[in-house]
Nanobody, 129 residues
Framework: QVQLVESGGGLVQAGGSLRLSCAASGGTVTTLRMGWFRQAPGKEREFVATLSWSSIPWISGSTYCADSVKGRFTIGRSNAKDTVYLQMNNLKPEDTAVYYC?????????????????WGQGTQVTVSS
């Protein structure tokens, strides 16, 4: 069973930056993709970014981001460990949401929540104007 634990959320002013981290453990050998989603109050969970994943930690994965965050957010793997990060720059008030890390056994790029099998508990990001 894969466990995912997010950290790094908080309150930031518009234009600022935050870096979210997600530590993965337990059964990650079957994980082929990691992703970040977000959910604002009253809205559906929304895809943010995804990264192909390897059991060999120093292999870089291919990435894909939603149009709404391209050029501002970057997904990556931290220091060849089982940790995925989301670097968020030039944050906007509309980025305010609970951010979730997720793991999938899908090798292809998938952007719907139903294609992810394991989820973290979420971390709150609030961007003030």
């Amino acid at each position: 069973q894969v466990q995912l634990v997010e950290s790094g959320g908080g309150l930031v002013q518009a234009g600022g930056s935050l870096r979210l981290s997600c530590a993965a453990s337990g059964g990650t050998v079957t994980t082929l993709r990691m992703g970040w989603f977000r959910q604002a109050p009253g809205k559906e969970r929304e895809f943010v970014a995804t990264l192909s994943w390897s059991s060999i930690p120093w292999i870089s994965g291919s990435t894909y981001c939603a149009d709404s965050v391209k050029g501002r957010f970057t997904i990556g793997r931290s220091n060849a460990k089982d940790t995925v990060y989301l670097q968020m720059n030039n944050l906007k008030p509309e980025d305010t949401a609970v951010y979730y890390c997720a793991a999938s056994t899908q090798s292809r790029v998938v952007v719907t929540a139903a294609n992810y099998d394991h989820w973290g508990q979420g971390t709150q990001v609030t961007v003030s104007s």
